[in-house]
């Protein structure tokens, strides 16, 4: 069973240049966080055995201009980051999968997710992990998630 978490849980923290964003009922939440700063990095700290992260690929013209496709890296602990090209198309994709982690060592972990590209919307909407069976806590923000397998 995994636990999904909203880009705006106090489980993340952002460096660099984020406004928020969202879209009622069709974003996690009615929330996304966003940057269009290359070197922009979102933390997402988590106990667990696998984390996916989750998005908005917006169309590739905004305002009558190519911004391109987002292109962005996901780091678990020490392991060598990955990089994600979002596919580039004229409507907007919700939910999408940027990055799945290999199985993890249950423990602490540190996801680190790194804007790359200058002019592109990089859209992060929410994260899902998966904790090691048991008895697991997680504050959020409206409160306790509270799960047992």
């Given at each position: 069973?995994?636990?999904?978490?909203?880009?705006?849980?106090?489980?993340?923290?952002?460096?660099?240049?984020?406004?928020?964003?969202?879209?009622?009922?069709?974003?996690?939440?009615?929330?996304?966080?966003?940057?269009?700063?290359?070197?922009?990095?979102?933390?997402?700290?988590?106990?667990?055995?696998?984390?996916?992260?989750?998005?908005?690929?917006?169309?590739?013209?905004?305002?009558?201009?190519?911004?391109?496709a987002p292109v962005s890296?996901?780091?678990?602990?020490?392991?060598?980051?990955?990089?994600?090209?979002?596919?580039?198309?004229?409507?907007?994709?919700?939910?999408?999968?940027?990055?799945?982690?290999?199985?993890?060592?249950?423990?602490?972990?540190?996801?680190?997710?790194?804007?790359?590209?200058?002019?592109?919307?990089?859209?992060?909407?929410?994260?899902?992990?998966?904790?090691?069976?048991?008895?697991?806590?997680?504050?959020?923000?409206?409160?306790?998630?509270?799960?047992?397998?």
């Open positions: 069973m995994s636990i999904t978490i909203d880009d705006r849980d106090f489980s993340f923290t952002y460096e660099g240049s984020w406004f928020l964003g969202g879209s009622p009922q069709v974003e996690y939440d009615n929330t996304t966080t966003g940057t269009t700063t290359a070197g922009s990095i979102a933390l997402f700290s988590f106990t667990g055995v696998s984390v996916s992260v989750f998005g908005t690929v917006g169309p590739i013209n905004y305002a009558g201009q190519d911004v391109g890296s996901y780091q678990v602990d020490d392991q060598p980051a990955v990089t994600f090209k979002a596919p580039a198309q004229e409507g907007t994709l919700y939910h999408y999968n940027f990055f799945t982690s290999p199985t993890l060592g249950n423990g602490p972990h540190q996801l680190k997710i790194t804007n790359l590209n200058q002019s592109s919307y990089l859209w992060l909407d929410y994260v899902q992990y998966t904790p090691l069976s048991g008895k697991i806590f997680h504050i959020m923000k409206y409160g306790i998630s509270y799960l047992e397998s």
